[in-house]
């Protein structure tokens, strides 16, 4: 089931020992032998992922200093603090596969890496803090909860961890939305539009077709994956469908409707150019999103050199201590070895 | 806490110095020099949010107090309305105003006013706060060339907003003067460790530096609160 080359005999049993073990729903661990195939798709897939929570900042961070409450402030702050938090445990888990945090981010900051592509569009007002809550995060864990029986143990992990976080504030993001649907006539108007603005947006976070997706096949085939896009966006489009109706908020797509037959939501065609092009860089705050990156990674580069050369002189300091230490010890043993020579030779 | 009046004047000027700092800290966000700081300092920013909460309700609704007050009516140091800057001038900020916040906690924690229940929590907090600030001064001020560059310039800029902490404000019940001299002396011993030295000159005195506890501010101020308040001013009355 998994395109390996194995040269040995040895490599052969590996490779079948692997895909038993995936096959069977084991997790495989970073000591375990695995198709160098499988370990290039989980770092790809990791990465990107890692990379979405820490771009994924940006827009939101964007409302911090006008929040316009302080309950909603301190909940917002606590929500971009967990997605720096999610960056941290992400780059953890990959660094398993043999990467380091350095190398990703070098690679996020020259386009070598994709991070998701919804990070491209603008917060605009106050509600989209609220949209993306209910909606970026909605479809984040639509697509992130099959990933907590992700074949790979430590992304495994880490997902059951992000997955609690990520429902905690997707509820919140609802009951922000809520909070400006049942508001003023002004507040309503400003969730109606956020979620005009952002609900063909959340529905791309699946990725292309089944048809147009490159790496699907093989992820689900290891058992990285569990579900195609179009099941998980269709899955979404049922929760969210009846989630609007209790908002009081109507979703900007005249040809949603239930569908008995099939005991889901129909719902309209994507605009799948306007995927393509955010994903090839020309989406609204493409530009934007990768340049603050890496002026803040550029313009913090003095206080990490600062970082490594303090603990570079803690550690050289210590080791000077142990020699001391060392020397001393030993000059006293030498003495102490002399001693009973001494006092043989008064005997 | 029912049978004692609530100290107005001093629970504004803490509460307005939290609430002031943690909006500064929440503007790094997205902007940390590494990971790991973004976590710090929102940490830091949510806990000062926090105590702010605390103090502004003690005085009445904690969102018409921050954000329908105009500038001349906030209490706050002028120390924590400054710019973050660089990653030091941010360091600095926290090492001089988290050493004080941390004495004074442990002091208003020690009594039975009004401050004391959310002292007991907040000085946990600010030990953090100070733990967090000290180590960073250690490694800038004793990193490379340029990092101790930055520090010595953060630290001289700064100087001279220290004084305001120690005047007296009406209803807390502190000696100013020994907390003064025990903030000297610990400054001094962190400094020292970091290879860096007490800056010299004036901690106060010209009116615009030390003068927020009265209302007067510094002109980054009015544009900071603009932008905090914006959206609460355009919906009088809205709930959030």
């Known amino acids: ?347 | 806490m029912s049978t004692t009046t609530v100290p107005v004047t001093a629970a504004l000027a803490l509460g307005d110095d939290a609430l002031v700092l943690s909006h500064r800290l929440g503007e790094w966000a997205g902007h940390a020099p590494v990971l790991e700081e973004e976590v710090a300092l929102a940490n830091i920013a949510l806990d000062l949010l926090g105590q702010a909460r605390v103090l502004l309700s003690m005085v009445g609704d904690e969102d018409e107090l921050a954000f329908l007050r105009e500038e001349r009516a906030f209490r706050n140091l002028q120390l924590v309305e400054q710019p973050n800057g660089d990653f030091a001038r941010t360091i600095v900020r926290q090492l001089y105003f988290s050493l004080h916040q941390h004495l004074l906690w442990t002091e208003l924690a020690a009594g039975d006013g009004p401050f004391a229940p959310l002292a007991a929590k907040a000085v946990k907090e600010t030990a953090y706060h100070v733990d967090h600030a000290t180590q960073w001064t250690l490694r800038l001020g004793d990193g490379t060339e340029e990092s101790a560059r930055r520090m010595r310039e953060a630290l001289d800029a700064l100087w001279k907003y220290t004084g305001e902490m120690f005047l007296p404000v009406e209803g807390l019940d502190v000696d100013g003067a020994a907390l003064e001299q025990r903030w000297l002396a610990e400054l001094t011993a962190i400094l020292e460790r970091a290879g860096l030295s007490l800056p010299e000159g004036p901690r106060s005195g010209a009116w615009t530096a030390g003068a927020g506890r009265q209302g007067l501010h510094t002109e980054p101020f009015g544009r900071m609160l603009a932008e905090m308040q914006h959206l609460h001013r355009s919906h009088p009355g809205a709930s959030w």
């Open chain 1, 1 to 347: 089931m998994v395109a390996v080359t194995p040269e040995t005999g040895q490599d052969r049993a590996l490779a079948a020992a692997f895909e038993a073990a995936v096959a069977a729903d084991e997790r495989v661990e970073p000591r375990d032998w695995m198709p160098e195939e499988y370990r290039a798709s989980l770092v790809r897939q990791m990465a990107q992922h890692a990379h979405s929570e820490i771009i994924g900042m940006q827009p939101e961070a964007n409302w911090i200093t006008r929040a316009p409450s302080l309950r909603r402030k301190a909940i917002l702050m606590a929500k971009v603090q967990d997605e720096a938090g999610h960056g941290l445990y992400l780059y953890s888990a990959a660094e398993t596969l043999g990467t380091s945090r350095d190398e990703l981010l070098d690679k996020l900051h020259d386009g070598r890496q994709k991070y998701s592509s919804i990070f491209n569009y603008p917060t605009l007002t106050w509600a989209d803090v609220g949209a993306i809550g209910w909606l970026v995060d909605g479809a984040a864990i639509t697509n992130q909860v099959p990933l907590c029986r992700c074949s790979y143990g430590p992304y495994a992990r880490a997902m059951v961890r992000i997955c609690k976080e990520e429902s905690f504030h997707q509820r919140q993001g609802y009951e922000l939305l809520l909070a400006l649907s049942q508001g003023t006539e002004a507040q309503h108007a400003m969730a109606q539009d956020a979620v005009d603005r952002w609900w063909w947006p959340s529905l791309m976070m699946f990725g292309p077709p089944d048809d147009e997706s490159a790496h699907s096949a093989k992820s689900m085939a290891w058992r990285i994956k569990r579900h195609s896009n179009d099941e998980l966006r269709q899955r979404f489009v049922d929760i969210a469908v009846p989630q609007a109706e209790a908002l009081g908020l109507t979703l900007p797509d005249p040809d949603i409707r239930w569908n008995e037959e099939r005991g889901h939501y129909d719902f309209g065609a994507i605009d799948w150019t306007e995927f393509w092009e955010v994903l090839k860089g020309n989406g609204p705050c493409n530009e934007q999103r990768i340049t603050q990156r890496r002026r803040a990674h550029e313009e913090g580069a003095w206080v990490r050199e600062a970082a490594a050369a303090h603990a570079a002189k803690q550690t050289r300091a210590a080791a000077q201590a142990h020699e001391q230490a060392e020397a001393q010890a030993q000059e006293q043993a030498g003495a102490a070895a002399q001693a009973p020579q001494h006092e043989e030779a008064r005997v």
